[in-house]
């Protein structure tokens, strides 16, 4: 048997095909025209051992001849069909035999070639069928998005344009993932997104290792994240596997990532250039299959700029940048968020649901939010546990209930809690028509002029409610 391995990494624009049959010289002949035509082979002598290379997601053409001792060809193909239906397979027929064509399309065979083989004609199926499994792939993987974009939406909550966008760049990343650097105020859900990240990838049945770099004291950071052989320093009475070697085959989140020492930002860089790893104390390198997501609450580019982290890491970081809005800069999404985790803990803590008023909503949508979703999270569990006074929204949020909300803890006058109203029913609007300008129009009864002057003045475009194919 051929020992090059069928790597799905290879250039997909070259046919990959299995061949089966029991004649060692036509198998040697077959293969050599096939290599010729810059198409890789991997034959088998028997239909058995064919298929156990094969699986649903074989990106191959199967090529076999009928006549074999063992499984016949038309029993091969039958099983490849069970397999994966759409996997092409081509069988060799005797000159002439029709009837056992028939039966063998019947039987799931995707096409037939008479004996003698004609290597031009061969060639020429073995492309079509290739190029047809293509198709086949990438509708799969489409499909496959899709399906994972609609379930993304109850787990990372939120309708406004910034979190469709993030939905829609974590599942895309999650099929390529390259080093990524999440970018968020504080409790925006960074750690969340990592998590989304890791679930929708291939890499999710392996594990998530997260590292807050913040909370590793510096003179420890190494031995934590490469781990050390027994004696490699004093007090290293044990073998210890780092947290970096504990992700293998998974996700490292090394979180505050701006907060790791300089110095140990090099390592990190020749970690993720290499990927390659040594346990302090011993010279021996462990390769190492991982993919890394960082998390910061800073701008990395100016911390780079200005020398307090090392500007070659960021380089490698920034190919792949999340950013997460804040929840003021995102005000839609606070109804529904707060809904959420409210009924929430009314149902984990058995307790009534009462829905909140108009007037407290808006005091919700118009407060600052500071510690963003994880604040809102408290917010909306106190005021389902609370009793009295303390179930009342304006108190929960520090403000006199009397007081109209926001004035005590924003700046915000009448001119901008209007403007940030206005801004709110033409986004209300815009979703509603699916981004359709002249029924936004009509239903606000603006002038197209007066619309788009406004639409410019809040930064709302257009194009962030044309229908996606996630939603
Ligand atoms: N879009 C969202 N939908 C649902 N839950 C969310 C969303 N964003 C954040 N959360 C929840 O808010 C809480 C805080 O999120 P997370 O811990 O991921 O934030 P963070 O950015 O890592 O915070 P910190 O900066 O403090 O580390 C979590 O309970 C998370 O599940
Ligand atoms: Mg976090």
Not at 122 to 149: H, P, T
Request: glycine content about 6%; proline content about 5%; some cysteine.
């Amino acid at each position: 048997m051929n020992q090059n391995k069928l790597n799905p990494n290879d250039d997909e624009m070259q046919p990959r095909v299995v061949l089966v049959d029991d004649d060692a010289a036509v198998r040697k002949a077959t293969s050599q025209w096939l290599n010729l035509a810059g198409m890789r082979v991997l034959d088998y002598a028997g239909a058995r051992e064919a298929l156990s290379q094969l699986a649903t997601e074989s990106n191959v053409v199967v090529i076999s001849d009928i006549k074999m001792p063992g499984m016949d060809g038309l029993e091969f193909a039958k099983r490849c069909n069970d397999i994966d239906p759409d996997l092409p397979v081509i069988l060799i027929t005797a000159h002439g035999d029709i009837r056992m064509a028939v039966r063998a399309m019947r039987d799931g065979a995707y096409d037939f070639i008479e004996k003698p083989i004609e290597p031009e004609l061969l060639i020429d199926r073995i492309q079509r069928a290739w190029e047809k499994r293509q198709l086949v792939m990438e509708n799969r993987k489409l499909k496959r998005i899709v399906n994972r974009g609609a379930s993304l939406e109850n787990r990372l909550l939120g309708r406004s344009p910034g979190i469709r966008q993030l939905r829609k760049q974590i599942v895309q990343l999650a099929e390529t993932p390259v080093d990524t650097v999440i970018n968020g105020a504080t409790g925006t859900g960074k750690e969340l997104v990592a998590q989304c990240l890791h679930e929708w990838s291939p890499r999710a049945n392996s594990p998530f290792v997260a590292v807050n770099c913040g909370a590793i004291p510096e003179a420890l950071f190494e031995s934590e994240l490469f781990g050390h052989e027994k004696g490699a320093f004093t007090g290293a009475t044990a073998k210890r596997i780092g947290k970096i070697e504990h992700a293998a085959g998974g996700t490292l989140f090394l979180d505050e990532i701006e907060s790791m020492p300089l110095n140990f930002q090099i390592k990190l860089l020749r970690v993720l250039q290499e990927r390659k790893l040594e346990r302090l104390g011993s010279n021996q390198q462990i390769d190492l299959d991982i993919w890394v997501i960082a998390a910061t609450k800073v701008d990395l580019e100016q911390a780079s700029a200005s020398g307090d982290f090392r500007e070659d890491l960021y380089y490698r970081f920034n190919v792949a940048e999340l950013y997460i809005p804040s929840l003021a800069d995102r005000r839609d999404d606070i109804p529904l968020l707060f809904e959420h985790y409210a009924q929430k803990a009314a149902y984990q803590f058995d307790r009534d649901y009462h829905q909140p008023t108009e007037e407290e909503i808006e005091c919700l949508i118009s407060y600052p939010w500071p510690g963003n979703v994880r604040q809102l999270k408290n917010i909306a569990k106190r005021y389902v546990l609370g009793v009295g006074p303390s179930r009342n929204i304006h108190t929960l949020l520090g403000q006199p209930s009397e007081q109209q909300p926001d004035t005590a803890r924003t700046s915000n006058g009448l001119a901008e809690r209007v403007q940030l109203f206005e801004a709110e029913l033409i986004t209300r609007s815009l979703r509603k028509h699916k981004g359709n300008i002249s029924e936004v129009m009509q239903e606000l009864e603006l002038p197209r002029r007066t619309l788009n002057n406004k639409m410019s003045q809040y930064e709302i475009k257009r194009k962030d409610f044309v229908g996606s194919d996630l939603e």
